[in-house]
Structure formats: C-alpha cells, structure tokens
C-alpha cells in the first residue's frame, strides 16, 4: 500500500495536520490550517451527503519544499510564530510577531496563486476548482 501524505480527506493519511492545504473551503484555493483534521471531521458531520465525497477527495497538502522559497519561508514564519503564542506566556510582543507573520504570508500568497494552482492541478487533476470555486459534482 502506498503511503498517504498529501491528502487529509482519504483513507489512510499520515501527513502533517498543519500547514498550506488545497480547497478546505469551496470558495478558496489554498489556506493555512492548524489542524486538518479538524476541517475533515466537519466535513464528515456538517455538509451535505452528496459534497461529502467530492470535498474530502479534493482536500490536498501543499509540501513547503514544492512551494516558492518566498512563500515557504512565509509558512514557516507564521508556524513558528503561532508555536511561540501556544507555548508561552501570551505577550502583545509574541502576538504582535504572530500578526506581521499573518500579514506577510497574506501579502506574500497573493504573489502565487497561479504557481499554487499549476502546483494542486499537478496534485489533483480531477479537481472542479472554477471561477473562484470548487464546483460540487
């Protein structure tokens, strides 16, 4: 059996749980999740019977190392930022550093969108990503 990495709504996945991830919602391409499987579990018991299937077959991870060195460095940017939030006392300085992480990687993914795109085409080629959406089958 070959092993599952890339894609959190199909059987067997082992890859991470957080970081850049293709249609978690139907109206954006790609987001930072910090915990998919949060996300696949409300699919489960919250959409509809017939866009459970499409959606969790949909759902794909964006590896840093196949994104642009830019875009790689602004993911790993707000991961390391929200760990320092998590783990220690919260400050206004460790949120303040959280934030401008959040900002650059919002600035920074506008830049890639047709690169992420080429990028979960390769990934997902039966995807009905379409004028802004994931079209339900």
Same mark, same amino acid.
């Given at each position: 059996?070959?092993? %599952? ?10 890859? $991470?749980?957080? =970081? ?16 998919? /499987?949060? /996300? &696949?579990?409300?699919?489960?018991? %919250?959409?509809? =019977? ?9 759902? &794909? ?6 994104? $642009? ?32 992480? /959040?900002?650059?990687? =919002?600035? &920074? ?14 990934? &997902? ?13």
């Amino acid at each position: 059996m070959t092993k %599952n990495i890339l894609y959190p709504g199909r059987p067997n996945y082992t890859g $991470p749980t957080k =970081g850049l991830f293709g249609f978690i919602h139907h109206d954006k391409l790609f987001e930072y999740s910090f915990d998919i /499987r949060e /996300r &696949v579990h409300f699919i489960w018991n %919250n959409k509809p =019977g017939n866009e459970i299937k499409h959606r969790l077959h949909c759902l &794909v991870y964006l590896p840093l190392r196949r994104l $642009p060195k830019e875009l790689n460095t602004a993911v790993k940017a707000v991961i390391i930022t929200w760990e320092a939030y998590k783990t220690n006392s919260p400050s206004d300085e460790i949120w303040e550093d959280y934030y401008g992480a /959040r900002c650059t990687y =919002g600035s &920074v993914i506008i830049k890639f969108q047709l690169e992420l795109l080429t990028l979960i085409t390769k990934l &997902v080629p039966d995807h009905t990503w379409n004028d802004g959406k994931l079209v339900m089958p």
